[in-house]
């Protein structure tokens, strides 16, 4: 039973859009690296100085300070998530890709092989018709 749902499911799945797609999901998992990769060497670039100038400046409200600084940690954390995410997305396409590119390659080959059995088949029939009106 479940070998004929997934059956199912991978003939209703339009394998000419995804093959046509997967190379525009890899461009644009690589796109989205490199932007969050920029974003996060500028972001670490200027994100510790300001914290510093406004901890000096409010050095008189510990509680204040120490939100700040909750604040920027959770910020921090929140950053690594996302190049994480990101890292994630951009190996999926890639391995989508590698998919894509595998599925397709075994779907012409099952066509040659389709196509040659036809013709083997077609030989059989014709000999065997041959041998039976002789």
């Known amino acids: 039973m479940a070998a004929g749902t997934i059956l199912t499911v991978l003939a209703n799945i339009p394998w ?6 997967a190379p ?5 998992a690589a796109k989205l690296w490199n932007t969050v990769s920029r974003w ?3 972001g670490t670039a200027s994100g510790s100085r300001p914290s510093a100038t406004v901890r000096t400046g409010l050095s008189d409200n510990a509680s204040l300070a120490a ?5 920027e ?3 921090q954390h929140l950053n690594q998530q996302m190049q994480a995410s990101t890292a994630l997305i951009k190996e999926l396409a ?3 890709t590698l998919l894509v ?4 390659l075994h779907r012409q080959r099952l066509t040659r092989l389709t196509m040659i059995s036809i013709g083997i088949g077609s030989l059989l029939l014709g000999l065997n018709l041959y041998l039976l009106l002789r």
Do not use: F, Y
């Open 16 to 21: 000419g859009t995804v093959v046509d797609n």
């Open 24 to 28: 525009k999901v890899a461009d644009g």
């Open 40 to 42: 996060n060497k500028a």
């Open 67 to 71: 939100r700040l600084q909750s604040a």
């Open 73 to 75: 940690e959770s910020v």
């Open 94 to 96: 890639e391995q989508n």
């Open 101 to 104: 590119r595998r599925v397709e």
